[in-house]
Structures are given as structure tokens and as C-alpha cells.
């Protein structure tokens, strides 16, 4: 059931003491960001460059609904995003911007989320003076890992998260090698090329039990809060 941040029924994640979700688990370490770049490389495939979605499909296939504006585009209730390009190994850039106006609190409060291959999630949450579950947080790795520390900035403001993900591989049924991600939020490094236990999931313990392809769209979550997406571009990893 949940408590006030967390839940206390769901499993224990292997090699840790903690519950996915634990609302007891220590929350990240607070630190505070500097300035911020990213403009896109020579070899960057541009998924957003703010003009408008056209590399972007929605849930059912047809074209991405989402707002286009100034530059951004804002979740509007329309689903969830995905790239028509799908990748593997790469680096990925794009920045966002949870609502100025705070509503809600824990995970009602400017929530969405960045998914690798479709499957794999880093948290995107108004995480500035926001108690939730330490590995709910932004930048974390969905159900997980929280993030080394804290670099949120406040709500309204642009946010960076510069992400190297190394995709999983099977021989058959067997894993070869998990999935790696290394995230960097706001230019501080939050993830080191943490092996993720599985893809994530809301309450779930993850696994690889089913393999899955090795490549994937970039997929941007519509958690139901205006959470606004820029600069986004990706390098890929793999001749």
C-alpha cells in the first residue's frame, strides 16, 4: 500500500535493502547546479530543434499532438511521444522544464519522463523541495536507482540531462549484458554507468526475463502536468 511518499508492499531490489519505492529509502543529497550548454554536434541526429514535431509519433501512430510554442513543446494530454527513428547504443541531450506554478506535491508535481528504447525511464519530476520516493526523484532511474545527488533546479526553470545509454543484448534467452546508463543532470554527473536491473516499471521489481530488441524510439511521457521539452538531439553510438 502507499504511504505518504512511498509504498511499503512491493519487492526488495536485488542487492540493496530497499523496497522499489521505498518511501524510507535517504533522499538524494541536494547540490546546486551552474550554467548550462548543449547545442547540438556536426554528427547529432535533431529530434526537436523547437519548430515542430515532425520527427515525433503519438501513442496510436499518427502524428505527435503535443504543443508547439516559442521554441518548446508542452505536454497537453494527448499520450505519450515517440521518435520514428529508433536507436541503440547513443548520447542523448534535451531539456526541460517542469510548470512555474507548483500543483501537487510527491509525484503530482510537474511529472514525466524520458524513456531509452521505450523502456527504460529516467525519472523527469519537480524534484526542488519536493519530499517523494528517493528513486521517483528526477534524474532517477525509474523504480531503481535515485540519483547520486540532487541537482535540481526550481520549477519553471530549464533543466539539462545528458544521458549515455549502452543498450542491453541477448544469445537467445540469455543476457549478455544489461543495460547502462550514465546520466549527467544540470552538468552533474548523477548516474556513472549504472547497470539498470532491468526495464523499469511503476511498482514493479524489473528483470530481464524477456528479451527485447536492441533498438528502440526516444519516448517522452505524458504523466497528465505541462511539462515542457526543448533542444533534444541524440548521437549515435554504434557505426
Not at 503519438?58 to 527513428?85: C, H
Request: net charge negative; with cysteine; glycine share 12%.
Amino acid at each position: 500500500m502507499a504511504d505518504s511518499i512511498g509504498y511499503t508492499d512491493t519487492s526488495v531490489i536485488p542487492g540493496s535493502k530497499w523496497r522499489v519505492h521505498d518511501g524510507d529509502r535517504p533522499q538524494p543529497r541536494v547540490v546546486t547546479p551552474g550554467g548550462a550548454c548543449g547545442s547540438p554536434p556536426s554528427d547529432a541526429v535533431v529530434l526537436f530543434d523547437g519548430s515542430d514535431l515532425a520527427q515525433w509519433v503519438g501513442r496510436d501512430g499518427g502524428d505527435a499532438a503535443w504543443k508547439v510554442e516559442s521554441g518548446y513543446m508542452e505536454v497537453n494530454g494527448t499520450g505519450d511521444i515517440s521518435t520514428r527513428a529508433h536507436f541503440s547504443d547513443c548520447q542523448l541531450h534535451l531539456e526541460w522544464a517542469t510548470p512555474e506554478e507548483v500543483v501537487g506535491d510527491s509525484q503530482g508535481r510537474g511529472n514525466s519522463g524520458v524513456f531509452l528504447l521505450g523502456l527504460y525511464e529516467i525519472q523527469v519530476l519537480d524534484s526542488f523541495d519536493n519530499r517523494t520516493y528517493a528513486d521517483g526523484s528526477a534524474s532517477s532511474i525509474y523504480g531503481q536507482y535515485p540519483p547520486l545527488v540532487n541537482a535540481s533546479r526550481g520549477p519553471g526553470e530549464w533543466q539539462t540531462y545528458d544521458i549515455i545509454f549502452e543498450s542491453p543484448s541477448w544469445d537467445g534467452d540469455r543476457l549478455v549484458k544489461g543495460a547502462h546508463l550514465t546520466v549527467i543532470h544540470n552538468g552533474i554527473v548523477v548516474h556513472h554507468r549504472q547497470r539498470a536491473v532491468g526495464p523499469t516499471g511503476h511498482r514493479d521489481l524489473a528483470n530481464y526475463d524477456t528479451p527485447h530488441a536492441d533498438t528502440g524510439p526516444l519516448q517522452l511521457q505524458d504523466h497528465g502536468d505541462p511539462v515542457r521539452f526543448r533542444n533534444i538531439w541524440m548521437r549515435r553510438l554504434t557505426a
